[in-house]
């Protein structure tokens, strides 16, 4: 993630995104900094998909 975040930034972006599910990976995105900024409940059933940014 360090690399494609560093590539990011010299190519001049401003944030990174990246969606998961709940029962994807949460504590490792907020260990890099991610923060939800939207949430789909029940989606899929039972779950919920969390799109995720970063600031570079």
């Not at 709940?22 to 900094?33: N, V």
């Amino acid at each position: 993630m360090g690399k494609l975040e560093a590539s990011g930034r010299e190519k001049g972006c401003a944030w990174a995104h990246v969606d998961t599910f709940s029962f994807q990976a949460r504590g490792f995105y907020e260990s890099l900094g991610y923060k939800v900024f939207v949430t789909l409940d029940d989606y899929p059933p039972g779950h919920s998909r969390h799109y995720r940014k970063k600031r570079l």
